[in-house]
């Protein structure tokens, strides 16, 4: 099978730098054919306030301007993904207690997962979000405590992660799965072409 020509659909001969250390986009992006660097981006600030929107691609750029100047003629992508439950935003768990709280609170409930993206090259920024709602299973806490011991949760949004042992508990999804994963894979492409054809200042 011939690779999708990623390189040359979308990035116009311009290197590609991932402003994360996440290893489920790095996945993402290797899924679909996209030749990339790594760059750890500064350390973010905590989660300012506004609609979840607003506030991932807040995010999400404050990465991507973070490792920008190194590379100023790549595309430079950063990415959050925070989860809404019941009018509260939920990170990434600071310890299992909370990520035992996190689970409860999902446990047997919709709730939404929101990604920012954003893609800086020449000093301008292109931001973009999407949205999934996902249904969860009655977890008991037997569930709950099983799953934090196998230190999945820990270093994930809302606590779980659907491509892993997270899809468990996923009884349903609305809207995009790889959104859930953290990296918007349709909209990704769609913000490269929208960049691309941006008027150049």
């Known amino acids: 099978m011939t690779p999708f020509p990623f390189e040359r659909h979308f990035l116009g001969g311009a290197p590609l730098v991932l402003a994360s250390g996440s290893p489920r986009r790095a996945e993402l992006l290797r899924l679909v054919g996209a030749p990339f660097r790594i760059q750890l981006p500064p350390p973010e600030s905590a989660p300012g306030t506004g609609s979840p929107q607003d506030v991932v691609q807040a995010l999400a750029r404050e990465k991507a301007e973070g490792v920008a100047p190194s590379w100023p003629d790549a595309w430079v992508l950063g990415a959050d993904t925070l989860v809404l439950k019941g009018g509260s935003l939920l990170g990434k768990p600071e310890d299992p207690p909370e990520a035992a709280r996190m689970l409860r609170s999902l446990s047997g409930d919709w709730h939404e997962v929101y ?10 920024a292109h931001s973009a979000w999407e949205r999934s709602r996902v249904r969860f299973v009655e977890l008991n806490e037997r569930d709950i405590m099983d799953y934090i011991e196998t230190g999945e949760p820990m270093d994930k949004a809302g606590a779980y992660g659907i491509q892993g042992y997270g899809a468990l508990w996923v009884a349903e999804i609305q809207g995009c799965y790889f959104n859930v ?3 918007p894979l349709s909209r990704l492409g769609r913000l490269f072409r929208e960049a691309s054809e941006a008027p150049q200042a």
């Open 115 to 124: 990604t920012g993206i954003c893609l800086v090259r020449r000093g301008r």
């Open 181 to 183: 994963m953290g990296l």
